[in-house]
């Protein structure tokens, strides 16, 4: 048997309200990787640095003249910058051309 | 800077990027196993992004990519669907709103009922909720609460969880680790305080279990307002591997009445007067089976079952917990033993926790020895003992993340002026069960 007196919702909506986040460019690119210094950012899950240890023995082999620079973040789940070597990390950038980051997942 | 991520990380990897203010970060996706340890694996699985790495790093940028716009986030109207019971869930459940389990309709009638648990104006900020940093008004918790078949007896409670929510610590120990974590870490609320009573929160037999509105709707909501103004979603920002079914809701009340200890939040510096929510994020529900019922027995199971450098909440039985204070157990007493009788080498716990330092447990007190025998926790403050459930001997463990000892451990409740009418209004909300 059919339900003749179903009723009829107006409902709200549950769905928050958010500021637009502010946007940036990504940095720009560098034309070659022969002869940059290639930065690599390590996070903390296990993955990130022998990941990276094959992309820095590959990289060498085909841009020999490269430079590698290793930055490890230690403390699981929180931004460098959040932390106390911040400064640190700004200066690392600061001497690399570009970056690979490797999260771990 | 390139970003490699897993391919099953990519959507989360790029919902953080744009959370960041860099929607542009190139992200690589990889066929890199997750954690894996294996060489070949990992060599792989870059196997077929190596162009992509290459291009990644050094392909011009876009217009797009030099000038980010910025998308307007999608706000909808407040009055955002007409229609029967079965088309509004059926539009809330494929707009990802719900749990997966029918709602109750947010009417403007419901809410405004909802809204009589708070003396706070229904515009008021309670915060910004991460990850989106969706506004937690007082309304949209009113809302989430409907939807999950909350009383609005509940609203002090559920206004004093989103703090507790808002002020969790950043990083590791915090809400935006374990709410995202491929751990599939679950809010787990513990209500202390007289409020127990007055909102029937079971905390005797079967208190994790379905059955009282209290405990369900309030975890529940929760549940809806990580989701619907943090805008955490599944797969997405909450990469749990697994998933956990205490993700619906894990609510008890302390059994104080018939605890010998004094309640949680009098331990956190609160008068006994006080009602308060504590939070903590366990990924593991246990319950264990004492051998006697001396303290030595019991104490000695409690030991066998931590087996993880984590936090703890031990839930005892009332009479579990009466036979250990009648031994001169009290709370601190008890954490202390686990501290000293866990013991474990320091290999045994590296090769548990593989490459990544828990700071909370014994590793890093740990010699370069690894024959030497260290606390599995090292510090009693990481354990929580409370008293729930019912009669029996079944005592349970809560294993799982939490605050770092010394932060933010508990959020007092906050009640409404008319406070008693209301308690008065829904006392008697409570199931009575058919004789057979």
Redesign the interface.
Known sequence: MSNKTECFYEVLSPWAEADPVPYRAISPRIKDLAGKKIGLFCNTKRVAEPTLKVIEVRLKKMFPAAAFSWFFNTVPNEAIIAQTRKNEFENWLKGVDAVIAAYGD | ??????Y??AN??ESAS?????????VVS?K??????V?AD??A??DGS?DD??TA?????TTE?????????????????????EE?NRF?YR?G?TDGLPII????EA?QEMLLGTDLAPDYLLG??QS??????V??VA??AV?AGALPTYMPVLIAATIDLLESE???NGY??YGF??GSWSPFWIISGPIRQQLNINSGSGSFSPGNIANAAIGRAMG?IIK??G?VRKGIED?GVMGNPMKYTMVIAENEEESPWEPLHVEYGLKKEDSAISLNFPQTYLQHYPPGSDATSILQSVIDNITRGMRYTIVFNPSTAKNLAREGYNKEKIKQYIVEKKLVSAAQIKAQL??????ESGLQQSSRNTAEMVPLIKDPRLIRVIVGGGPGAFVAHLIGGGATPGKKEIQKIELPKNWDKLVDKYKNVVPIYAKY
């Open positions: 800077m390139i970003m490699l991520a897993n099953g990380f989360d990897a744009r959370s960041k203010g860099m929607p542009g970060v190139r990889t890199v196993p997750c954690e894996s340890t060489s990992i060599e699985g870059l190596w790495i290459i790093l050094t392909k011009p940028l990519e030099k000038n980010p716009r910025v998308e307007k986030t999608e706000t909808p109207a407040r009055i955002v669907f007409q229609g029967s019971l509004v809330f707009r709103w309709p947010p009417t403007e809410v910004q909720l989106r940093l969706g506004k937690a008004t309304e949209k809302i989430n939807m950043q990083g590791f935006t680790t974590s491929t809806l619907n103004i805008g990469m593989g490459a990544v330092v828990i700071p």
